[in-house]
């Protein structure tokens, strides 16, 4: 694995691929996810597509990185949306 840094401080103490945790009650939470819906207008079957959220994280300055674990999928839901 190449080795990463921090695009603000330059450190290498780079974590990938953290999970981002909504947390709304005790043991009970879920990955954040980014959505995009196919047919926003919809009042039932939006045709939701979601892919939970992944932070790259540096252990030196804080700085946070987000990323998606399967963008073809999210883009090819984007590019199917009904205006
Ligand atoms: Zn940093």
Known sequence: MATMKCSRCGSEKIMTDLRIRDCYDVGVGQDLQ???QRNPDALIFKQAHRESLRATVCGECGNVGLSVENP??????????KD
């Open 72 to 81: 073809q999928a999210l883009w090819k839901a984007y590019t199917e949306q």
């Open 34 to 36: 980014v959505e995009v």
